[in-house]
T-cell receptor, first 114, second 112 residues
């Protein structure tokens, strides 16, 4: 029973490029969340999705960031025209039927913008 | 507003001691809390959760206590081992139920 799978684990992008982060939730989990973690800090909520729906995107920057969770395939967090300040660890979590209960996290994608 | 904080950024204990990690939250309407352990370079690992209709919940070597009167949450680790060394976060579900709000974390260091 695989856990939450994120890839890539490490991603290096030059300023202005696009970053795509992928997340496959645990089997049977229909709720997906994305969080960002800066060094030495806690996790900050970005977006909550269910299949084909964005439920809460209150933590997403208004520009350049988008997320989707299509009917088939993993959830994608997309960052366009990356800047140095986007460098962080991005974590995906999933939970089963009830939102945010027993939320399990993936190993994260560490994005470095050079 | 909603916020979750921790009392101490670091905690150092000897192997075999019991550890207590504390967390204060501000939203008296919060109904669900989780403790996570995060090792360097890894994602947060679920440890134990508790709902607001409970005061105490026990797991394997861990106990979570919830004091709603003073809005305080604690994680107790019995017989702490070197493998318990990590950053520990408490998280609170927001009022809408759509997100977890994390504190900054307590770094637990266990020496042999």
């Amino acid at each position: 029973n695989a856990g939450v799978m994120q890839n890539p684990r490490h991603l290096v992008r030059r300023r202005g490029q696009e970053a795509r982060l992928r997340c496959s939730p645990m089997k049977g989990h229909s709720h997906v969340y994305w969080y960002r973690q800066l060094p030495e800090e806690g996790l900050k909520f970005m977006v909550y999705l269910q299949k084909e729906n964005i439920i809460d995107e209150s933590g997403m920057p208004k520009e350049r960031f988008s997320a989707e969770f299509p009917k088939e395939g993993p959830s994608i967090l997309r960052i366009q025209q990356v800047v140095r300040g986007d460098s962080a660890a991005y974590f995906c979590a999933s939970s089963p039927t009830t939102a945010n209960t027993e939320a399990f996290f993936g190993q994260g994608t560490r994005l470095t913008v050079v | 507003g909603e916020s979750v904080g921790l009392h101490l950024p670091t905690l150092s204990v000897q192997e075999g001691d019991n550890s207590i990690i504390n967390c204060a939250y501000s939203n008296s309407a919060s109904d669900y809390f989780i403790w996570y352990k995060q090792e360097s370079g890894k994602g947060p690992q679920f440890i134990i959760d508790i709902r607001s209709n409970m005061d105490k919940r026990q797991g394997q070597r861990v106990t979570v206590l919830l004091n709603k009167t003073v809005k305080h949450l604690s994680l107790q680790i019995a017989a702490t081992q070197p493998g318990d060394s990590a950053v520990y976060f408490c998280a609170e579900r927001n009022q809408a139920g759509t997100a977890l709000i994390f504190g900054k974390g307590t770094t637990l260091s266990v020496s042999s």
